[in-house]
């Protein structure tokens, strides 16, 4: 009986991806013969992606740069994973439960440029990240060096740590204006012989621009300081391989670009680096030793949706990666260029190959970002990423160019007549 089912949870997760994917990559075949711009355009191909999703078509989504939706091969890998745990959770948690994440995690690995003794699967960015906050050696007297265009509570929680142990955090002003060359000597003007860690996201995440990560990780190990990347907005968004950036460190969340499950997220660690990092969750195995990346993973109560990131995969690769770059940047675009010279309104978001193409800021003189937000929400069922001062706008594979018509619609006759 137990053999049986450890096979039919196999088998079946194998048997949905057989006879779900074909609408994806059969939609391809029209795309083929296009280069990923000129696919980018093709609005029936990209018909045929979004009826692989079971949105709500009351709303239009422009703020997938923070949650996407996943696709529905992987819900229903998530479903039946779920059924088949609780019909008998210990057994299939942690039996099965290893090799399931053992499966992902290879595939994750060879996608990031990494070896799947590299990779471990977390939550989220939030958790990878906070793991190297604690856990990373800064001595007394030693400083951290991080941007103004990093994630605050991530900025916060290394000013709390650099409190209580009493090092220095030092947070270098990245201009949005400055040129590669600039911000790499910027970082470069702030690393001092105190400092052990450099901490720095792969996509800024309030304008989207890419950062010259493999220059800054280059000049950071010529001087012995250790790279942590908050790839949050990279893997799935903008070409990413962590051996190629050549970090110590590199965290992204499945759930935003690579259109993973909610709660499923990586965090990469060059192996070398891995026994000297201590884990957050102490392992339950004492048997593991500090040299596996297992020992930064929780317990194994998380397993329902790590076969599903493999259902998110397949549909990555049905789709191509190149041509799902192709099509967040002609989207971004495709609404900032309809609102380029209108009166009012800031774009913050470079086009080109700084850029990181799915997503960009923008405000309009004089209407509070916060306002506007909710204007856009309870007036007009468009959902945009609410900021400080900017309001954000993602779109993904799912975004129709009608959804972001809508948006500027609204947003040139605020920025004429106001709220
Ligand atoms: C740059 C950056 N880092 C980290 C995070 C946290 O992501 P998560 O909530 O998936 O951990 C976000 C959230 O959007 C982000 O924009």
Redesign the pocket.
């Known amino acids: 009986m137990i053999d049986r089912r450890g096979f039919l949870f196999h088998a079946g997760l194998t048997g949905v991806n057989l006879a779900m994917l074909p609408l994806v990559a059969r939609a391809a075949d029209k795309v083929v013969s296009k280069t990923p711009e000129e696919a980018a355009q093709d609005e029936d191909y990209w018909a045929a992606v979004r009826g692989a999703f079971r949105l709500d078509g009351r709303f239009a989504d422009l703020q997938g740069?923070?949650?996407a939706s996943a696709p529905s091969t992987t819900l229903d890998e998530m479903a039946r994973t779920v059924d088949v745990v609780h019909s008998l959770p210990a057994y299939h948690l942690f039996r099965y439960g290893q090799t399931e994440k053992d499966r992902v995690r290879a595939r994750l690995a060879s996608v990031l440029g990494a070896e799947a003794t590299e990779v471990a699967l977390v939550r989220?960015?939030?958790?990878g990240?906070s793991t190297l906050i604690r856990g990373l050696e800064v001595e007394l007297g030693d400083e951290v060096v991080t941007t103004d265009q990093?994630?605050p509570p991530?900025i916060r929680a290394w000013q709390a740590r650099g409190d209580r142990e009493q090092f220095r955090v030092r947070v270098v002003s990245l201009p949005n204006e400055a040129s590669d060359d600039q911000l790499v000597e910027q970082l470069a003007n702030a690393v001092t012989d105190r400092t052990s860690v450099l901490m720095a996201?792969h996509v800024l995440?309030r304008s989207g621009r890419v950062l010259p990560m493999k220059r800054i990780c280059a000049m950071a190990r010529e001087r012995r300081v250790r790279t942590v990347i908050?790839g949050?907005?990279g893997f799935g968004h903008v070409p990413t391989d962590v051996s190629q950036i050549g970090c110590d460190y590199y965290a992204n969340?499945l759930?935003?670009w690579a259109l993973g499950p909610v709660g499923t997220?990586v965090l990469y660690i060059r192996e070398e680096l891995i026994a000297e990092t201590p884990p957050l969750f102490m392992p339950w195995d004492e048997s593991l030793g500090d040299n596996r990346i297992e020992k930064f993973e929780d317990p194994g109560t998380s397993l329902p949706a790590w076969p599903a990131v493999n259902a998110s995969l397949d549909f990555l690769e049905a789709i191509g990666l190149p041509r799902k770059f192709a099509r967040h940047a002609y989207l971004t675009r495709y609404w900032s260029e309809q609102l380029d010279g209108v009166q009012n309104v800031t774009v913050r978001g470079i086009q080109g190959p700084t850029h990181g193409g799915g997503f960009a800021s923008l405000r309009i003189t004089g209407v509070e970002s916060r306002r506007l937000f909710r204007h856009l929400l309870d007036r007009h069922r468009i959902l945009v990423g609410p900021g400080e001062t900017d309001i954000k706008i993602a779109s993904q594979v799912y975004t129709r160019p009608a959804d972001l018509d809508a948006l500027v619609a609204v947003i040139k006759r605020v920025a004429r007549n106001g709220l």
């Open positions: 740069h923070a949650v989220n960015t939030t958790e990240i990093d994630y991530f996201c995440f908050d949050a907005h969340s759930h935003k997220g």
